[in-house]
């Protein structure tokens, strides 16, 4: 009688393990993301990058590293980059991955941002996750009239942080996905991407300058 009741205890145990292993690998215990959203960023950002890449340009990408802090939502974002590009007959040609504290604000460091310019060839796209260059005046100036496109996801407080008109002035910045106004999202997830991302983000441009929010006093 003992050893049946140790062997079912066993059994259960075994199959708790399971559990835990099938779970880990479907989103865990926790609320599970809403991976549309997220996608659709990623096949935006691909589509602007490859309309402003030329046949001779190459395409970089900075974005998290996720190996030391998970963040589900960028791994998306760049599985579908990748996919877009696929599709596109284009492919990212290197890939800045930085590590970043969860807890501070995302940003790339001009420095880093702007030695990757610098070594960009014109006609090529960089493609930034984390945010625009904010490179100093001095920094800006020394880039010359010869520089890539850049493409950068801009969203939460970035644009009312840093004056983005200014940096499109500059020519550093050429695209930038910044957050829909909140009364105008609805229905996330649905319809196609590019649906799904309007109800969320919108693209500026050169174009459509006056609809970014003006920066914070202190930051113009």
Not at 108 to 119: C, M, R, S, T
Not at 161 to 190: I, K, N, Y
Request: net charge positive; proline share 7%; hydrophobic share 45%.
């Amino acid at each position: 009688m003992r050893s049946k009741v140790i062997g079912t205890v066993a059994t259960l145990a075994t199959l708790a393990s399971w559990a835990v292993v099938f779970l880990s690998l479907h989103g865990g215990l926790g609320p599970r993301i809403e991976s549309r959203p997220h996608e659709a960023t990623g096949w935006v950002m691909a589509q602007e990058a490859l309309a402003r890449l030329q046949p001779s340009g190459q395409i970089t990408v900075i974005t998290r590293d996720t190996s030391s802090f998970k963040n589900p939502a960028t791994d998306i974002q760049m599985a579908s980059f990748r996919k877009a590009l696929g599709e596109g007959h284009a492919a990212i040609r290197s890939v800045h991955a930085l590590q970043v504290d969860p807890l501070r604000p995302v940003e790339v460091p001009a420095g880093d941002f702007y030695g990757i310019l610098k070594n960009t060839p014109k006609g090529s796209v960089i493609v930034s996750f984390m945010g625009p260059p904010m490179l100093t005046p001095a920094q800006c100036a020394q880039l010359g009239e010869t520089k890539p496109a850049v493409v950068a996801f801009c969203t939460g407080s970035l644009p009312a942080l840093v004056d983005l008109t200014s940096l499109f002035e500059q020519g550093v910045l050429q695209a930038a996905v910044v957050d829909r106004p909140a009364g105008r999202v609805a229905g996330l997830g649905r319809g196609n991407l590019r649906a799904c991302f309007d109800q969320s983000y919108q693209v500026i441009t050169g174009k459509n300058l006056a609809d970014l929010p003006a920066p914070l006093a202190g930051n113009r």
